[in-house]
């Protein structure tokens, strides 16, 4: 099931949201037990990537008894050539359980062929699948 960009799966509240020019990243989150969630939409730029950084820092910090965090990219359209490097920032966040990516068909063939930069702990086709990975199956 596809759901609106500003929309985020049940139990999930507004956490973020940092716009761009011609990108967006909805952040969503939930206490019990931690998740970070993103939506990602339009250009993903370096500079919205350094604000999901700083937000998931945060987050972090807060929970630091674990935390999982997902990205959706199904709204991607174009990514910027460094962007593949930032999960590796990501997936260092202290306490971080699993590093969740929901990914269409081309962006999931790029992560296998750049497989040794872009590391997610699992990738998915679908939000349920994320879902049922972070345990709210």
């Given at each position: 099931?596809?759901?609106?960009?500003?929309?985020?799966?049940?139990?999930?509240?507004?956490?973020?949201?940092?716009?761009?020019?011609?990108?967006?990243?909805?952040?969503?989150?939930?206490?019990?037990?931690?998740?970070?969630?993103?939506?990602?939409?339009?250009?993903?730029?370096?500079?919205?990537?350094?604000?999901e950084l700083?937000?998931?820092?945060?987050?972090?910090?807060?929970?630091?008894?674990?935390?999982?965090?997902?990205?959706?990219?199904?709204?991607?359209?174009?990514?910027?050539?460094?962007?593949?490097?930032?999960?590796?920032?990501?997936?260092?966040?202290?306490?971080?359980?699993?590093?969740?990516?929901i990914?269409?068909?081309?962006?999931?063939?790029?992560?296998?062929?750049?497989?040794?930069?872009?590391r997610?702990?699992?990738?998915?086709?679908?939000?349920?699948?994320?879902?049922?990975?972070?345990?709210?199956?």
């Amino acid at each position: 099931m596809t759901r609106s960009p500003s929309s985020f799966p049940a139990g999930f509240a507004q956490h973020a949201l940092f716009k761009k020019r011609f990108g967006t990243l909805y952040l969503g989150s939930r206490s019990e037990p931690a998740c970070l969630w993103t939506r990602a939409v339009g250009y993903i730029s370096p500079g919205l990537l350094r604000q999901e950084l700083a937000c998931a820092e945060e987050f972090a910090k807060r929970h630091p008894g674990g935390w999982h965090f997902v990205v959706d990219t199904r709204g991607v359209r174009l990514i910027n050539p460094i962007n593949p490097f930032w999960p590796r920032r990501m997936i260092r966040l202290p306490g971080l359980l699993s590093y969740v990516a929901i990914a269409p068909r081309w962006i999931r063939v790029l992560a296998w062929i750049g497989r040794p930069i872009f590391r997610p702990t699992h990738l998915v086709r679908t939000e349920a699948e994320g879902l049922a990975i972070v345990g709210y199956s």
